[in-house]
């Protein structure tokens, strides 16, 4: 993806002492990112702070976040917002945070457009408060011409659940006749999950220090490199990206076979 050489020297001036773009080789600006965001919590509670005020504070993390990738030119930013375990939270925490997605979206409806950033979301959004469906869909609809990055929300996400349904829709078609069971190959199942269309992400980021996939992409990470900061969520900042993405070029892609080098 193209991007502005001046916004990008603005945007990343007054570097911190360890990272600045000079670190950076923008020719090799992995594709698709995708964040686990983890620690709005435990950064609220270390504030004597309710935990919906972490989740707050997480917007504009995020916020910022959108923003870089556009400024680095990344194709795809996605974001894991909201699991199919997350249900389990207390009815309060949830009601908050599908609230927190709506007026969100909502808000930043004109960024989006500022950036020509295209909305796209993955899970079973049927579960989810009316509220937040409507706003949802109006989001697809007011940026589905926009030409820009992709930035892609899981929202009642489940990889498993993913997974699982990609295997019914094909058996079903093998059912009705419509599918040879010998022609489901990778392809086949990857056309059916919900990131259908969406390229495999490059690198994984978590934050908050917590080393698990916590049921996040399991056929999507395949070949991706990761990268956990202890840094929680809401202190994410734009050098903390850098860092990541500095890390991620350091690394040789092997995808399964041998770099010469
Ligand atoms: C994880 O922190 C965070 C979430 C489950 C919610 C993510 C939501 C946001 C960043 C708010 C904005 C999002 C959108 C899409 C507008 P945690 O609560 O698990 O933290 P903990 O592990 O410290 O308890």
Do not use: C
């Given at each position: 993806m ?12 007054q ?7 000079a ?6 600006i992995p ?12 950064w609220?509670q ?12 997480g ?5 910022e976040?959108?923003?870089?990738s556009v400024?680095?030119?990344l194709?795809?930013?996605s ?14 925490e949830?009601?908050?945070l599908?609230?927190l ?10 960024l989006?457009h500022q ?5 796209r ?13 409507k706003?949802?869909?109006q989001?697809?609809d ?13 929202v009642?996400?489940?990889?498993r659940?993913?997974?699982a ?7 079903q ?10 022609a ?7 056309s ?7 390229p ?7 934050t908050s ?6 049921n996040?992409l399991?056929w ?5 490199e990761f990268?956990?900061?202890?840094t929680?969520?809401?202190d994410?900042?734009?050098?903390e990206?850098?860092?990541a993405?500095?890390?991620f ?12 080098s």
């Open positions: 193209r991007y502005d050489e001046a916004k990008l020297a603005e945007y990343f001036s570097a911190p002492e360890d990272v600045s773009l670190d950076i080789d923008m020719a090799r594709g698709h990112v995708s964040i686990i965001m983890d620690g709005n919590g435990r609220a270390a504030r004597g702070l309710d935990r919906s005020r972490g989740h707050v504070a917007v504009d993390s995020l916020r976040a959108v923003t870089t400024r680095l030119g194709d795809v930013l974001v894991y917002a909201f699991s199919t375990e997350n249900w389990k939270r207390p009815q309060e949830v009601n908050m599908m609230h997605f709506a007026t969100t979206l909502l808000h930043e409806l004109p989006f950036e020509n950033v295209r909305l979301f993955f899970g079973d959004l049927e579960a989810l408060p009316e509220e937040t469906r706003v949802f869909q989001g697809l007011e940026t589905a011409a926009n030409t820009g990055m992709t930035f892609a929300l899981a009642n996400y489940g990889s659940a993913e997974l349904r990609a295997a019914r829709v094909l058996a078609r093998v059912q009705d006749g419509e599918l040879d069971a010998s489901i190959d990778e392809n086949a199942l990857a059916e999950l919900y990131t259908a269309g969406l495999d992400p490059d690198l994984l980021i978590r220090g917590e080393l698990r996939l916590s996040y399991l999507q990470l395949a070949y991706t990268y956990v900061t202890p929680l969520w809401p994410f900042s734009r050098w990206f850098l860092r993405i500095k890390s070029q350091g690394r040789k892609r092997r995808f399964g076979g041998v770099v010469n």
